[in-house]
């Protein structure tokens, strides 16, 4: 299975952006690549997915590399809210499961 | 909001009773999840569901059963609940297994005395 790779723990300053890198050097053509947060005491949710091209909503951005070995998720502004658990996992389409990693921990300080 | 339901939301139990933990949707997404997450261990995979009937195990499922006989439901049995089983439970549904999102519901929170 692919699996990604990302740091432990990230800080960023409040208003700042930040630039969360996830590693994928055995993706395979079909896999997606997708984003997920857990706020503290919550279930994880949605954040933002792609599959080649750089992807936009109102929550983030999903930068690709071309080789697609590794992406970045970038959160514009971080606020005090966006400290959180970020998992990076690949979720294939002829593949049923969805497994994840430790995942990121950032904190955004004031 | 997707409309994921896990329940109970809370629940204490003593070892070696049997434990059964809910999860409803209204969504009618054809997949299913269940994942336990302990301290220092992130989101681990226990069962998932493709269809009604359609199960297979993840990556720690020993001690854990899992039925799904209509799309809406996913439950999760603890045959004889161990310690080691006390954990937050999160259920999560998803459309497609790669193309489109995951929704995750609340957790529940087991602890086995």
């Known amino acids: 299975d692919a699996k990604t790779t990302q740091p432990n723990s990230m800080e960023s300053n409040e208003e700042e952006p930040v630039h969360l890198p996830c590693n994928h050097s055995t993706i395979s053509g079909t896999d997606y690549i997708h984003w997920y947060r857990q706020l503290p005491s919550q279930g994880p949710e949605y954040v933002i997915h792609g599959l080649t091209s750089n992807v936009n909503n109102r929550m983030a951005s999903l930068a690709i590399a071309e080789d697609r070995k590794s992406s970045t998720l970038i959160l514009h502004r971080a606020t005090l809210r966006d400290a959180a658990v970020y998992y990076c996992i690949l979720r294939d389409a002829d593949n049923n499961d969805m497994r994840f990693g430790a995942g990121t921990r950032l904190t955004v300080k004031p | 909001d997707a409309g994921i339901t896990q329940s109970p939301r809370h629940k204490v139990t003593e070892t070696g009773t049997p434990v059964t933990l809910r999860c409803h949707q209204t969504?009618?997404?054809?997949?299913m999840y269940w994942y336990r997450q302990d301290p220092g261990h992130g989101l681990r995979l226990i069962h998932y569901s493709y269809g009604v009937k359609d199960t297979d195990k993840g990556e720690v499922s020993d001690g854990y059963s899992v039925s799904r006989s209509k799309t809406e439901d996913f439950l999760l049995t603890l045959e004889s609940a161990t310690s080691s089983q006390t954990s937050v439970y999160f259920c999560?549904?998803?459309?497609?297994?790669?193309?489109?999102?995951?929704?995750f519901g609340q957790g529940t929170r087991l602890t086995v005395v």
């Open positions: 999560a549904i998803s459309e497609s297994p790669g193309t489109l999102e995951a929704f």
């Open positions: 969504e009618n997404h054809r997949y």
